[in-house]
């Protein structure tokens, strides 16, 4: 049985600062709506952005899931493509990587403007305390 209230958000980012970040409240095989906001982010900070990734291993770890992880906690996964490879950052990383892949998590966050997560937490409210 699925957790209440599940919902997913999603950000992309291209090397040229175009973004989006897309809310589901709900899982996508519910058929229920999607939220889109896009905004941009300069060319500088995306190259910031990608040199503290690598930085902190994001070319060179091998990245791993944590055998031991809870079922029905929150989560996060990183999936990047650069260079022509796709690294991919699993739900639930293990322990060892933990520190270096919440960075990474943390620093995607914090591209979307505070005005966007605002508007995206209201509408989940709302869509919330409708009655489905």
Known sequence: ????????????????????????????????????????????????????????????TSWRADAHASIGASSEALTVRVQGRKIELPFFIAPEHAAHANEMYAAMRALVPQILWDKLKLLLQVYIQKPQ
Do not use: C, K
Request: no cysteine; hydrophobic share 40%; glycine share 6%.
């Open 1 to 60: 049985m699925p957790p209440p209230y599940y919902y997913e958000y999603q950000i992309h980012l291209t090397s040229s600062g175009a973004a989006d970040i897309n809310l589901i409240p709900g899982y996508a095989s519910q058929g229920v709506a999607t939220w889109t906001e896009t905004f941009s982010i300069p060319a500088e900070q995306v190259n910031a952005l990608y040199h503290r990734m690598v930085q902190l291993g994001l070319l060179a």
